[in-house]
């Protein structure tokens, strides 16, 4: 893998098929503690880094698992996102505490979470554990849910307000 050049090991901790991460995390990640939080990350700010750095401290491994450009506009509206899907994954893919990124096209990541099974979820601070519509699905395969502090005065559609 040392030889790779380091634009094709970034790609290759990118999975469109959430199936296969799984494949890859029960061959090569067996016992490990997967940690897994989800977003847009339509344009990447210090608030995602504090929460991203924060979540794989959780684990051994982090998987990020980001929008489809088609939630994002339902969630987000007409005008998102501002950067489309697979740019948005080699940004994220590129940092140094992310070790997988993967995608879903729901609402919500709780297909996801059905499929990777991770020990952990994390979510920011501007969320509460108990209404979150994945917490049954993240409890009933024995994780559990973490909710990290807000980065507060970080927030992609304050970044976007800001700009206009």
């Known amino acids: 893998m040392q030889n790779e050049p380091l634009l094709d090991r970034i790609r290759a901790k990118i999975f469109t098929d959430r199936s296969s991460l799984k494949q890859t995390l029960t061959s090569r990640h067996s016992g490990q503690k997967v940690v897994l939080t989800n977003g847009c990350f339509d344009i990447v700010h210090t608030g995602h ?12 491994l982090l998987i ?14 007409p005008a998102r996102p501002v950067n489309p899907e697979g740019d948005r994954a080699l940004v994220i893919a590129a940092l140094a ?11 919500t990541p709780v297909e996801t979470i059905r499929i990777l099974g991770p020990s ?8 509460r554990a108990e209404d979150l519509p994945e917490k049954e699905a993240v409890e ?10 807000f980065e507060k005065g970080y927030s992609t559609t304050q970044i976007l307000e800001r700009g206009k």
């Open 97 to 107: 505490c992310v070790d997988y990124v993967t995608f879903f096209a729901e609402d």
């Open 64 to 77: 990020v698992a980001l929008n489809r450009d088609d939630s994002v506009r339902r969630l987000k509206g």
């Open 120 to 127: 952990i979820h994390v979510k920011g601070g501007d969320y």
């Open 49 to 60: 880094i504090h929460t991203l750095a924060r979540a794989r401290d959780l684990g051994d």
């Open 140 to 149: 009933s395969q024995g994780g559990k849910i973490v909710v990290l502090p």
